[in-house]
């Protein structure tokens, strides 16, 4: 079993940064794809930034140009640094990865349990 778990959240004023990290535990063969979403209350999750094996990233336009997505492959962690940070932004952050695991062909797809993320204006 792989688990995935947030940690970085937290209450923070406008304009002001956090870290979020991601880490992934268990038996795990490859990490591919892992990526970040957020979902606000009443609204539905949406993906913020996503990261390839590669290092390729990809971004939702809300948050491009104050938000990096990174990995650390070696310790099968993601992070992402959030700058610039806008009441809008205010969201439970969920980690998503996509891993190889024994046991099964394709790759199986994980989801932490959050963490809050809150702005204030």
């Known amino acids: 079993q792989v688990q995935l778990v947030e940690s970085g959240g937290g209450l923070v004023q406008a304009g002001g940064s956090l870290r979020l990290s991601c880490v992934a535990s268990g038996i795990i063969l490859k990490i591919n794809v892992m990526g970040w979403y957020r979902q606000a209350p009443g609204k539905q999750r949406e993906l913020v930034a996503h990261i390839l094996p590669g290092d390729r990233t990809d971004y939702h336009d809300s948050v491009k140009g104050r938000f990096t997505i990174s990995r650390d492959n070696s310790r099968n962690t993601m992070y992402l640094q959030m700058n610039s940070l806008k009441p809008e932004d205010t969201a439970i952050y969920y980690c998503?990865?996509?891993?190889?695991?024994?046991?099964?062909?394709?790759?199986?797809?994980?989801w932490g349990q959050g963490t809050q993320v809150t702005v204030s204006s």
């Open positions: 998503n990865a996509d891993v190889k695991v024994p046991g099964w062909s394709n790759n199986r797809d994980y």
